[in-house]
């Protein structure tokens, strides 16, 4: 038995390709009990962001399990696994553990630091939990990995400065003298925790 992680993310993929493979919260329980259902996935957490879609699983047999969560993938994003397998990172084990824990750090984000990450593989965890896919070796390591997080923010600078994706993306478009937007007239797309991070940084 092993724990995976195949994942795409904005150092790998290209936009377009994570826009397509982003998980809607509506479509979390079909993934979630597809997952459930191979053969060889006994435990699943599914962390999708605007820049992120990965697949945490518990799994018996590695290369068919990673098949079938491409598999997983493909059929909901309508994106052919040779596509996804081509800018997809598939991480087993130890490095499971330390890309989940940089990840709810922040450090693997856009944005260094960014303080929504920790809140998005929460409530990653907690659906799985809903959805009865999370056992208790993902329960274990997503636990540690939220602890780990919280102290990585409590203990060390990362959270000084621009720590939001949002605010950072307003602080360039107002440029270093703060005039960029000055009697500028904005329109914020989109309703998700993006839309409303820069509604928020704007006001």
């Known amino acids: 038995m092993s ?54 699983a518990v799994v018996d047999r590695f290369h068919d399990a990673v098949a079938e969560i491409y598999d997983v993938l493909s059929e909901q994003s309508e994106v052919a696994v040779e596509e996804l397998s ?22 693997e984000s856009v ?4 303080s929504e990450v920790a809140g998005q593989v929460r409530r990653a965890f907690e659906r799985a939990q809903e959805e009865g896919t999370c056992g208790p070796v993902l329960s274990a390591l997503f636990r ?37 937007l000055r009697d500028a007239r904005v329109v914020v797309v989109g309703a998700g925790d993006m839309g409303r991070g820069v509604f928020r940084a704007l006001s």
Do not use: M, W
């Not at 979630?32 to 699943?44: C, F, I, K, P």
């Not at 990585?152 to 994706?165: C, D, H, W």
């Not at 950072?168 to 703060?178: E, H, K, L, N």
């Open 86 to 107: 081509l800018h997809a990172v598939v991480r087993f084990d130890d490095d499971v553990t330390a890309h989940l824990f940089a990840v709810t750090s922040g450090l």
């Open 111 to 114: 944005v260094t630091g960014e």
């Open 3 to 56: 724990v995976v992680v195949v994942g795409l993310q904005h150092t790998q993929a290209p936009l377009p390709l994570l826009e397509a493979t982003a998980i809607a919260e509506s479509d979390l329980h079909k993934v979630l009990s597809a997952l459930s259902h191979t053969r060889n996935v006994q435990e699943a957490v599914v962390l999708s962001t605007c820049l992120r879609t990965e697949v945490y």
């Open 144 to 180: 540690h990995a939220l602890q780990t997080g919280k102290r990585v923010r409590t203990e060390t600078a990362i959270s000084k400065g621009t720590t939001s994706f949002a605010y950072a993306a307003v602080t360039v478009a107002r440029g270093a003298d703060g005039a960029g």
